[in-house]
């Protein structure tokens, strides 16, 4: 379930306090108020979605339990860290938040919140591996702050 993976919010990391508690406090509301569980990708984005003769071959899921608007998030912030070198970043995100929300019939805030979450639990993620990205995260938190 995300909750597994969302618990690595929880400990003392090297990111602005501020960043920690606004997405400690989201995923509680997020989680307490998701109406429907159900299988996701957990990986969904650019890299994973290959274009296969006539048809679209989603790879390398990495099959989770959550609500349907955590899927997108992943969708949303990447390519990493091309998009953030983008100009018009900023517009990207949100026309894809907005794309998102109309085709599948979820609250716009909610996947802003949702994309919140999950660019400090990347940014986490990228902490455990070593890589050096904390300005990148840093941009893109705040662009969903």
Known sequence: HIKDWLKALDKDWNIPNHYLQIARQLRDQLLKTAAL?????????????????DNWLVIDPKGVIGEPAY???????????????????????????TRFAAALELPSQRILDWCFVQAVLSWVWAIEDGWDTTSYFEHLTKVFD
Not at 73 to 83: D, S, T, V
Request: avoid cysteine; hydrophobic fraction near 45%; glycine fraction near 4%.
């Open 37 to 53: 569980d159900v299988l996701l990708h957990g990986d969904l984005h650019h890299d994973n979605i290959l274009l296969n003769g």
């Open 71 to 97: 899927q997108v998030a992943a969708f949303i912030r990447n390519p990493i860290p091309e998009l953030m070198h983008h100009a018009d970043a900023t517009t990207i995100i949100h026309n894809r938040i």
